[in-house]
């Protein structure tokens, strides 16, 4: 029988034959004949009852082993062979062997025992060892995770911040360069130019940022709409000064029209008239230009003649104090600024009224400028039916005549209380200056006035300003009277009104001479009914404006 075995550091391997006799007696029959691929036979055995005596014992190994290796005893002596040939060898020295040098399964650490070997881990980690079991983990403390639980955190932190940064930056810098392309592409540069050249004389119009003007709207929230119409939405706004001002958000299409855009913003920014709704500055910095005016407070002639509460106190004294103003802000803008402005959208929705009935005209949205070298511009058709000039319609030939007759609808519009079109109306009485004017050829004026109106008493005198209308109304552009003769004549009739000596028969000479010199008019206190005279005359309208570009306004 020969072993080898392990001792710390070395071990001498001794092998030893016994002889034993053959009548010796037999194991119990339930004893284990094998450990792993050695025989144990009698008298060797595993277990008590198997073996001779205890010296013969075997521990078959199979915690450690696989398959299973077998000592003697209790010690480190490995058995690799039993042989009962009844020779006696003995092998002086066999060399050391170790386990943990081999291939072990060990993850971490591996420790040699007598006849065995045992797997650990080291400090900081935890479990079997084993490479096919658990193995050897990293112990993470409750400082440790708290560490890296908050360097997570801060690294996502840091990662979203940086990265919405980033985001929020090319984004403002994309909108800036937006903007400055749609403020070079609305004539940016020119207009601040041209504003730049006429700074010293007067206010003039600012430019406002779109920031501002969103923050004004609320974001041009729905609740701050006006009114809408065909050039344009308006809105109420609020400036951090609490001033309230409307922005009007323009439909400007083709780029061609930009410098001519800018000529007409430049013109009105320098208009101050007492009846013309002042533009405060514009913003350029959006896909369209924003233009920006004061604020009306008392809403639209429109809305005062055809509402039935309010058009009951619309006396003619009023009405016909309406009607003098807007012929004088439309003559003014027609004879007495620098470059003559057509509005092309004169109509009672555009005719805005302060708190005493004081007229502001508005919306210019559709204005054309006309060169003084001209007459007329070929331009495409706009306006509004009912109020449109039909030769202008059918010629697409625009010139101040155009407003003349927009200026005779607003008449009979103020005379009769009807809309321009009307379609619940027959076919033949929809349109109102074709109806008006059929009356007053078939003497039926008294019958299509509006019957408050009437009750006042001055027949007289709706009469000649019925008369004005309808020269307005002529269908040829060249029959009607000049906005500036038709404010003369509307003036003239409030004279007379309030002076009887203004009744005698005067030449026109001297009447033109009348109202275009200095003369006493009485403003009306249309609350308190009183009259209050003050300076005036058409030639005051022309004081009230700024010097003109390139020229005296």
Known sequence: MAFSGMLFPQL??????ILAATAASQPNSNCIQNCGSLNIPYPFGTKEGCYLEESFLIICNDTHFNPPMPFLGYGDLQVLNISLDGELRVSTFVAHINECENSNPCDK??????????????????????????????????????????????????????????????????LIKLKEKFFLQNGGLLLQQKLSSHSGSTETARIYSAEELEKATNNYDEKRVLGQGGYGTVYRGILPDNKVIAIKKSKIGSQSQVEQFVNEITVLAQIIHRNVVKLLGCCLETEVPLLVYEFITNGTLSEHIHDNG??????????????????????????????????RDVKTANILLDDNFTVKMSDFGASRLIPLDKTELNTLVQGTFGYMDPEYFHTSQLTDKSDVYSFGVVLAELLTGRMALSFNMPESDRNLAKYFVSA??????????????????????????????????????????????????LEGLVIKEKHPWGNANVYKEETEYLLSAPTQSFNIDVDTNCSTSTTTGYDSMINQVLKPLDGGR
Request: include cysteine; charged fraction near 25%; hydrophobic fraction near 40%.
């Open 109 to 174: 650490e591996c420790h040699n025992i007598p006849g065995s070997f045992y797997c650990n881990c080291p400090k900081g980690y935890e479990g079997d060892g084993l490479k096919n079991g658990t193995g050897c983990r990293a112990k993470v403390s409750q400082s440790n995770l708290i560490i890296i639980t908050l360097c997570i955190s801060v690294g996502l932190l840091v990662l979203l911040v940086g990265g919405s940064w980033i985001y929020w930056g090319l984004k403002k810098r994309k």
């Open 310 to 343: 309010r058009s009951l106190l619309l006396s003619w004294e009023k009405r016909l104090k309406i009607a003098v103003e807007t012929a004088g802000a439309l003559a003014y803008l027609h004879s007495a600024t620098s470059v003559p402005i057509i509005h």
């Open 440 to 489: 007053i050829k078939d003497d039926r004026l008294l019958q299509i006035l509006e019957d408050n109106i009437v009750n006042e008493g001055n027949i007289k005198l709706l009469k000649e300003v019925a008369n004005i209308a309808k020269r307005c109304l002529n269908v040829r552009g060249e029959d009607r009277p000049s906005m500036k003769e038709v404010a003369m004549e």
């Open 12 to 17: 001498q391997l001794l092998g030893l034959i």
